[in-house]
Each structure stands twice: as structure tokens, then as C-alpha cells.
């Protein structure tokens, strides 16, 4: 199959062409010839798998007749990030070189001021977070009366973000007669009934089944005998492996900046991604990584989500994920685009029971590796381990703490760690302040 018998124009051929393009992805060869008959479309299928130019080079087509009115943009596009957001942004620039398109990106963490200057010249292309495009339209500074075409980028992870409510409150002040293009790695049930909602008799693509993990990505797990040894481990494990470029997962935003002190200790490039960092930071960040001037990005799930960096050589988990999905998101960073990757997932005897739903997830077990660090202490009998009333204490606290934060992930457009927000490790602990965090639980 190639580019130019999917009927896109010349001059997005033209663009496609100098991007270095070769051939379609199987998402766009099915996506875009149905998205210029201007049909619905749900499309399912993993990161990297190219979604992004299936709805982007059609939309470049359909738009490029008509013209834009003062603040009534013709098309909406929600990213559940801002980093996702900009690679969105940075994908029409690149295809929409040899059209006159113009677009604005509605993110938080931005001057608003400058963001609605943008819409009063009229835009083709509104790419937006949830949350910051609804402040906007109750400020009474955007129209979505003229939306012709939505759509919905990443819907899985809109839903994990808690963006769901916003989402509704969006869909319902557009006009309902309208083009929609849905796109999701996965369909749990939610999403599923958000897409039989939005959707009108659409044509659904499904690339790969949903919730499997990359084939091309090795994939092993690290038996580390307590927390505490976490950092020996990733280190034997990061001299014995020829890593070019990673990223390493922590499910706690507080401990990335301190692995990330351990790998400067060790002299490892490393840099956090997390989003309590300011946008420029964090841009700055990417693109350093981009550029290979750091190896190794610490991230949280939520940072890191669909964010596009290829041939990367390694993922590694610091942690097990709390939500089995996320397992799926976290390795299929790797091993993009033909290349292969490897994964490695360091765990600690508590994590026996994720480890099981993750493995029945992706349908195969983990290989796993010993690197000699010594064995897990036998599990503890009646009493005898039990720690102090003290800790204990501590350990409930923290347990509510993440049920909370489970409960209402993410009220903002990026990651926000709720255990953070309300202070719940604010306590040194026993070991003090000098020791770092992820030794302290
Ligand atoms: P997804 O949204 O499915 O996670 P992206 O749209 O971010 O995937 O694309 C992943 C990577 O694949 C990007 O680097 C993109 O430039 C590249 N890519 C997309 N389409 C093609 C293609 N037809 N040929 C080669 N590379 C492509
Ligand atoms: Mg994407």
C-alpha cells in the first residue's frame, strides 16, 4: 500500500514525502481513506503505531477548503497532555507545510493571554487539553459552534486522567452534526460506552488486540529481595545492558527526583519528567532527551503517556504499576517501529499479586532474572515481623493516601500525585532527611 492511493492531496503527498515516509501505518492505510469520505471512525491500536497522521493528513485534506471565523474554530482535537498536545501541533506544521491551515493549541501551563489572541484571528485547528479549553469557553472567549470535525486522541487515558466529566461537558456544546474520530490504545468499558455515544455508524479499526504487549519487546522481570536494594539492582542491571536511551517509571512522583540523584551520582545522564515541572521545563527536558544529551528520562506514567521519542532501547519499572494497563503503556515505549526493545521490571516480594494480573493481561509469563542479590525473606509469620504500632500507623495512612489518589487521578491536565498534594510524606521518616526518599517507606 502506498501514500498516494489513499486519496490525500498533493501537496500533503508532497509533505508526507519529505517527512520520509515510505508507506502507511496499518491504522492510517485504514484510517484515512474513510476519515476523507468524512465517516466516524474508532480507531484502536497500541502507541507507535502511527494514529497520530492517520486523522491528522485527512483532516489537512477536508479542511483546506473552507476558511475560519474570529474565535470559532472548524476543528477540535483533545489531547489528554500538553506534551501530547504539541507533537499533535508539531504534526500539522510538518504535514501542513504547503497549506495555508492555521492552528492554536489551548494548553494549561501557558499564557492564556497569548493563547486567546491565537483564536481571534480565526483558527482551523484547535488542539486542546480538556480542562483548559473549558475555562476558556465559560470565560466566553471561544464559540465550538462551527466544530466540524472532533477528535478525541488517546480516550484511555483521558479516562485514567479523570478527564471524563470534562469531556462530556465538551461533546455536549458542539454541534451535533459533526464528523467524530475517537482514538484509543485500549477499550475498557468506559470508553466503549463514550464511543457508542459520540460516534454515528463509524467504521472501526482495530490494529492489534487490545492490551497486547509489543512483540519486538523482550521483556524480563528483577527480583529484588527489598526496596531498599532497588538502586543496587538497576545499577548491575544498567552496567550489564547496552543502554543507549530509557526511561524509568516510578508510580510515586516523589521518588524520581531521587532516582534521579542516584543516577547523577553514578554518573548516568539522567532527568526527571514529572508534571510538577513547569511546561518549559519539561519541554526542555524532552528535547534534550530527544537530542541525546540525556539518556535516561525518570518519569511518572502520566508524563510519559503517548509521548513520541523513537528507538528508544530500554524501559525500565522501577515499580510494578498499580494499574495493570499500565504496564502495557509503560514497555510499549520501547521496541517502536520495527526496532526491538527490552523491558525490565524490578520487584519486590509484595508485588506477587499485580505481577499475576499483569501476566494474565498480557497472556504469557515474565521471565525472570536473578542477578544474585540475595533472596526474599521468608514471608513473615504471625507477629514475630510485624513492625511497630508506629509504622504500621504510617504504612495505613499511606495506604488510604493512595486509595485516594486512586479514586481521583488527576483533576489537572497533567499529572498531579494526590499522596503529594496532601502531604503525606512530608514526615521525614525514620531515617531522616538525608536518605533518600525511595529508602525511606
Ligand atoms: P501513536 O499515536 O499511535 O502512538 P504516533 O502517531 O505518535 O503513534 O507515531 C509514532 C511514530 O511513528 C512517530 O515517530 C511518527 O513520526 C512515526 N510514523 C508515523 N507514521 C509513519 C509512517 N507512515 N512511516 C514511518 N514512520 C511513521
Ligand atoms: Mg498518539
Known amino acids: 500500500m502506498e501514500f498516494k492511493e489513499l486519496g490525500l492531496s498533493d501537496p500533503v503527498l508532497k509533505a508526507i514525502d519529505e517527512a520520509g515516509y515510505k508507506e502507511p501505518t496499518p491504522i492510517q492505510a485504514q484510517a484515512i481513506p474513510v476519515i476523507l469520505m468524512t465517516r466516524d471512525v474508532l480507531g484502536i491500536a497500541q502507541t507507535g503505531t502511527g494514529k497520530t497522521a492517520s486523522f491528522t493528513l485527512p483532516m489537512i485534506d477536508i479542511l483546506a477548503g473552507g476558511r475560519a471565523k474570529a474565535r ?37 501551563g501557558t499564557s492564556m493571554d497569548e493563547q ?9 485547528v484547535l488542539i486542546a487539553t480538556p480542562g483548559r479549553l473549558l475555562d476558556l469557553f465559560e470565560r466566553g472567549k471561544i464559540l465550538l459552534a462551527d466544530i466540524k470535525i472532533l477528535v478525541i486522541d488517546e480516550a484511555d487515558r483521558m479516562l485514567d486522567m479523570g478527564f471524563i466529566p470534562d469531556l462530556e461537558k465538551i461533546v455536549s456544546i458542539l454541534p451535533p452534526i459533526r ?67 530509557a526511561f524509568i517509571f516510578c508510580n510515586r512522583k516523589r521518588d524520581i527526583n531521587d532516582v534521579c540523584r542516584f543516577m547523577k551520582g553514578k554518573g548516568i545522564k539522567a532527568a526527571p519528567l514529572h508534571g510538577d515541572m513547569d511546561q518549559s521545563e519539561r519541554t526542555k527536558t524532552l528535547g534534550s532527551f530527544k537530542a541525546g544529551e540525556i539518556d535516561i528520562l525518570v518519569c511518572s506514567d502520566v508524563a510519559a503517556r503517548g509521548l513520541d521519542v523513537p528507538a528508544m532501547s530500554h524501559v525500565f519499572n522501577w515499580d510494578v504499576p498499580n494499574h495493570p494497563e499500565d504496564y502495557v503503556h509503560r514497555i510499549g515505549r520501547t521496541g517502536r517501529a520495527g526496532a526491538t526493545g527490552r523491558a525490565f521490571t524490578l520487584t519486590v516480594p509484595n508485588d506477587a499479586k499485580v505481577l499475576g494480573i499483569i501476566q494474565k493481561l498480557i497472556g504469557k509469563q515474565i521471565e525472570m532474572l536473578d542477578l544474585g542479590l540475595g533472596h526474599a525473606p521468608p514471608p513473615p509469620k504471625e507477629d514475630a515481623t510485624r513492625p511497630p504500632p508506629a509504622l504500621r500507623q504510617r504504612e495505613r495512612r499511606h495506604n488510604r493516601a493512595e486509595k485516594q489518589n486512586r479514586r481521583h487521578r488527576h483533576i489537572d491536565d497533567m499529572d498531579v500525585d494526590l499522596d503529594e498534594k496532601k502531604g503525606g510524606d512530608k514526615d521525614g521518616g525514620a531515617f531522616g532527611d538525608d536518605v533518600p526518599a525511595f529508602l525511606r517507606r
Open 116 to 124: 486567546i489572541r491565537n483564536l481571534d484571528r480565526g483558527v482551523d
Open 72 to 108: 470559532m474554530p472548524r476543528s477540535l482535537i483533545l489531547s489528554p497532555t500538553r506534551e501530547l498536545a504539541a507533537q499533535i501541533s508539531e504534526n500539522f506544521e510538518k504535514y501542513g507545510k504547503y497549506n495555508k491551515l492555521t492552528q492554536a493549541l489551548i494548553v494549561g
Open 179 to 245: 464528523q467524530t474520530l475517537f482514538f484509543s490504545a485500549t477499550m475498557p468499558p468506559p470508553i466503549k460506552k463514550l464511543a457508542d455515544k459520540y460516534l454515528s455508524n463509524p467504521k472501526t479499526i482495530t490494529v492489534s488486540a487490545p492490551s497486547s504487549t509489543a512483540e519486538n519487546v523482550e521483556q524480563f522481570l528483577v527480583a529484588v529481595p527489598h526496596f531498599r536494594k532497588k538502586p543496587d539492582a538497576f545499577y548491575k542491571l544498567y552496567k550489564k545492558e547496552d543502554v543507549k536511551n
